[in-house]
């Protein structure tokens, strides 16, 4: 009987200790983060509310949704190209800030990089010297 008494009070000591442990940890973490309060930057990113990302790239031209870094950037030829008219559409859609993706993950750069000829360098666009990136910024950033 003592024995069983003995275990009892053992395993309440321990689970006082764990909710107070816990309990601990649980103030140490909410206490902090229920005090922060947002930049005045978070605040004005917040306050766009929509914003657009621009996914164009050599899969584009392939038929595919998803490229696997394996395309002949040759078929990348976008003769018709115009970033100003993709920030207007944006903009008359209500969205705020637009962001070209530049190099996703199949490897395709949108420039004429000077690393891998996986880019618009090796396309006929503007034999070569194309420069979506830089099309893009000019066109498109205010």
Known sequence: MIRIKMKQIVQAVLAILLLTCVANAQNSITFP????VPSERQIKHQEMEIVGFVHFSVNTFSNREWGTGKENPKIFNP???DAHQWAEVAKEGGIKLLILTAKHHDGFCLWPSKYTNFSVKSSPWK??????AKNFHKRAVK
């Not at 983060?33 to 922060?36: G, I, L, Q, R, S």
């Not at 034999?127 to 979506?132: E, P």
């Open 33 to 36: 983060a229920n005090k922060v």
């Open 127 to 132: 034999n070569g010297k194309g420069d979506v």
């Open 79 to 81: 003769t018709h190209l």
